[in-house]
């Protein structure tokens, strides 16, 4: 089991195959990973960084995507433990990591300053470790 992060479903979203290429490696997100990803996509969309098209062709990937979420009773309270552990001002980056905590398995993360200090909690990799 792996818990993937907003960047990681993002850029899967937007490449034609890109769920397929992890879906075989039980993958989880706290549900706040849709919402970072709905809004990016719309962002990029509004920009005018991709087409209509594909803004929704990416929206219809990450809706069917191989990942469930997963949403313990004590998410948030861990989210705030690592983000003051951690120093961040914000629990978004630590949902994500608190949910590896709590189900104890690995982040799968493009975010290399994430990674870099989720590396003092869980353990984390990138898309070229998997």
């Known amino acids: 089991m792996l818990v993937i992060d907003a960047s990681v479903a993002l850029s899967a ?3 034609r195959d890109g769920f397929d290429r992890i879906e075989q490696l039980d993958l989880v997100a706290p549900p706040l990973m849709w919402s970072e990803v709905v809004s990016t ?3 990029h969309a509004w ?3 991709i087409s209509p098209g594909q803004a929704t062709a990416s ?3 990450l ?3 191989p990942v469930r979420k997963r949403a313990p009773r004590r998410l948030h309270a861990e989210a705030w433990r690592i983000a003051e552990e951690l120093g961040w ?3 978004y980056d630590a949902e994500y990591v608190a949910l590896a905590r709590l189900l104890g398995c690995r982040l799968l993360t493009r975010d290399e300053r994430l990674r870099r200090g989720a590396a003092r909690v869980i353990e984390s990799i990138g898309p070229s470790d998997v």
């Open 13 to 15: 979203a937007l490449t």
């Open 41 to 43: 996509l719309r962002e």
């Open 47 to 49: 920009r005018g960084d």
């Open 59 to 61: 929206l219809a990937a």
């Open 63 to 65: 809706m069917t995507a």
């Open 89 to 91: 001002a914000k629990t």
